[in-house]
């Protein structure tokens, strides 16, 4: 192993010195380029499905609104159900 300093001066070298490369055995025009390859994993595929979706369903708050516009959107029902699961975060 050799160490080179900073500026990467060295000294004598010997004829093989470690910057020669020997020569490849193959013609030029012989080698395939490199090609990248990428795999995406099921979680992966997941998360960008995930991603996918919108943040605001506008068909669902447009349902809401004329619900809300026609006095039908809160019931004794939801809003006991709403009560449940706060208590439920709270306690």
Known sequence: MQIYGPAQLHGPQ???S?????????P??????AQDE????????L???ANQVPDI????????????AAGTYETPDK???ALNRFLDEVA
């Open 14 to 16: 010997a004829i093989s």
């Open 18 to 26: 470690p910057h020669v490369r020997p020569a490849s055995s193959d």
């Open 28 to 33: 030029a025009g012989s080698l395939q380029p």
């Open 38 to 45: 990428l795999q995406i994993s099921d979680a992966g595929r």
């Open 47 to 49: 998360v960008d499905l």
């Open 57 to 68: 369903r506008q068909n669902r708050v447009d349902s809401i609104r004329a619900q809300i």
């Open 79 to 81: 809003l006991d159900a």
